[in-house]
């Protein structure tokens, strides 16, 4: 089983729709999740922390399940520039190394 | 601040030939990485740095070497470049704690080998 698992996609999705991903890790001592985003033929970038409690950043909202062991990324009133590849990012407690999935690639649709 | 600058942007190698990727950070980071991406894949850890004059392999360290002379440079070498190293290579780096925080990744350098 991969450490973190994720739908490759593609989603196609009309703009101002909600979309929203999941991801799975296996390791249940992981302690520190993220979303990145990476643009077509572009560095990745943080997109955002995901933390116990579940947190919002403006269209965006991340959710952590950690009975189940997976991660969630709900983007609502989608607009055309969120079109990326949205990589779910896991770390364990301590360790200087953090484990990339492969990606969900999201277009958004005029 | 510049972030995380990486040199050559693209490079076509000949098969055997040898190449250094260049990364730099300005931002007086610790901890630098250096990852691959093959084409719809995920990023796959090449090799780790925890501080100057330390280093460690990540999970694809096999025909790569590295070294750690400075904070600031965190060199990428291939001794004999293989069709199976073309790749999208990334260099990254950040501060850490207790809590992993946010690496930051250069721009890549696109490597083929023909």
């Known amino acids: 089983r991969k450490e973190v698992e994720q739908d490759p996609g593609p989603f196609n999705v009309p703009e101002g729709a909600t979309v929203a991903f999941n991801c799975t890790y296996s390791?249940?001592?992981?302690?520190?999740f993220f979303w990145y985003r990476q643009d077509c033929r572009k560095e990745p970038k943080l997109l955002m922390s995901?933390?116990?409690s579940g947190n919002e950043d403006g269209r965006f909202t991340a959710q952590l399940n950690r009975a189940s062991q997976y991660i969630s990324l709900l983007i609502r009133d989608s607009k055309l520039s969120d079109s990326a590849t949205y990589l779910c990012v896991v770390n364990l407690f301590g360790n200087e190394k953090l484990t990339f999935g492969t990606g969900t690639r999201l277009t958004i649709i005029p | 601040n510049a972030g995380v600058t990486q040199t050559p942007k693209f490079r076509i190698l000949k098969i055997g030939q040898s190449m250094t990727l260049q990364c730099t950070q300005d931002?007086?980071?610790?901890?630098m990485y250096w990852y691959r991406q093959d084409p719809g894949m995920g990023l796959k850890l090449i090799y780790y740095?925890?501080?100057?004059?330390?280093?460690d392999k990540g999970e694809v360290p096999n025909g790569y070497n590295v070294s750690r002379s400075t904070t600031e440079d965190f060199p990428l070498r291939l001794e004999l470049a293989a069709p199976s190293q073309t790749s999208v290579y990334f260099c990254?780096?950040?501060?850490?704690?207790?809590?992993?925080?946010?690496?930051?990744f250069g721009p890549g350098t696109r490597l083929l080998v023909l």
């Open positions: 995901v933390y116990s």
């Open positions: 931002m007086n980071h610790n901890y």
């Open positions: 390791n249940s001592a992981s302690q520190s």
């Open positions: 740095s925890v501080g100057a004059g330390i280093t």
């Open positions: 990254a780096s950040t501060l850490a704690g207790a809590r992993a925080e946010t690496q930051y």
